[in-house]
T-cell receptor, first 116, second 113 residues
Framework: SAVISQKPSRDICQRGTSLTIQCQVD?????MFWYRQQPGQSLTLIAT?????????ESGFVIDKFPISRPNLTFSTLTVSNMSPEDSSIYLC?????????????FGPGTRLLVL | DQQVKQNSPSLSVQEGRISILNCDYT??????FLWYKKYPAEGPTFLIS?????DKNEDGRFTVFLNKSAKHLSLHIVPSQPGDSAVYFC????????????FGSGTQLTVLP
């Protein structure tokens, strides 16, 4: 499976600031996804990022708050804008590959964000 | 509205015994199901998947069973090992443009030595 890295691995940020999270894949992939896992919660899809098109956001997530870039087939960024303590979460990127019986998503190690 | 549910937040099993993790879903459009394992401070690791056209898929110590009529799937781990202690998430997706994953809330498995 693809090897996925994320930067930063963790950060502590002040309220009102913004943080950009990078996701790098070691192979070209069409579909990349960004998820959030709030403390004690499951993973929730933020948006789907396809190269060459605008990201598609899930209900409850908007581009002004979570702008995404996808400049090529191996890289994407997610920005968490104007942060508040409620944005404290683990942010994960994933890529889709064909594996076994169908398309499977593989995840990066995550970025742990704490907003004070 | 939780479309994928894992009703047991935790499970403890003795080493060498079988671990059975359960998952229920409500959306009949789901046709592909996956299990992930997650250690603290790491991203989820893909374990095993099953298509809705099958009722069983096996990979080493891991077997996933799907009961479509009951909208229920389970993950069996046998024999369980202490290294299996982690949070296990089930996830489901549809086909085509509905391929995004919907995750359950997770089950913390603890395998006791």
């Amino acid at each position: 499976s693809a090897v996925i890295s994320q930067k930063p691995s963790r950060d502590i940020c002040q309220r009102g600031t913004s943080l950009t999270i990078q996701c790098q894949v070691d192979s070209q992939v069409t579909m990349m996804f960004w998820y959030r896992q709030q403390p004690g919660q499951s993973l929730t899809l933020i948006a789907t990022a396809n190269q060459g098109s605008e990201a598609t956001y899930e209900s409850g997530f908007v581009i002004d708050k979570f702008p995404i870039s996808r400049p090529n087939l191996t890289f994407s960024t997610l920005t968490v804008s104007n942060m508040s303590p409620e944005d404290s979460s683990i942010y994960l990127c994933s890529v889709e590959e064909l594996a076994g019986v169908g398309e499977t998503q593989y995840f990066g190690p995550g970025t742990r964000l704490l907003v004070l | 509205d939780q479309q994928v549910k894992q009703n047991s937040p935790s499970l403890s099993v003795q080493e060498g015994r079988i671990s059975i993790l359960n998952c229920d879903y409500t959306n009949s459009m789901f046709d592909y199901f996956l299990w992930y394992k997650k250690y603290p401070a790491e991203g989820p690791t893909f374990l095993i998947s099953i298509s809705s056209i099958k009722d069983k898929n096996e990979d080493g110590r891991f077997t996933v069973f799907l009961n479509k009529s009951a909208k229920h799937l389970s993950l069996h781990i046998v024999p369980s090992q202490p290294g299996d202690s982690a949070v296990y998430f089930c996830a489901a997706s549809g086909s085509g443009s509905a391929r995004q994953l919907t995750f359950g809330s997770g089950t913390q498995l603890t395998v006791l030595p």
